[in-house]
């Protein structure tokens, strides 16, 4: 698969600010995955930046690290500029993703 190279040096950026993250808080990629559902190799090729990662993981991954989604853009990658431009913007688009999944979790659970 082409990729924009702007695109493909955005997802290699943040990868490596998650795999970083990660490291900092001591935790594995199985602990990561498992957390999420996903296998280690795909958290693997998320921190490689070698795949996209889907909004919902984002932000389960923040989760994980006790950290706001926003604070992945705040400061913005040199090399790939960031396309929302502020973390008002991202913060809020991070809120519909959250009622959406909880409307959808009591369709599903309840």
Known sequence: MIQNS???NFYIELGFFLYKMRRMQGLARKDIADKMGVTFQQIQKYERGD???P???LVRYAEILG???ASFFENGFPSAPCRVLDPETINAY???AHKALDIL???LFN
Do not use: F, L, Q
């Open 6 to 8: 702007d695109e493909h």
């Open 51 to 53: 795949s996209r990662i």
């Open 55 to 57: 909004v919902y993981h």
């Open 67 to 69: 950290t706001s989604p």
């Open 94 to 96: 991070i809120s519909d």
């Open 105 to 107: 979790s009591k369709e």
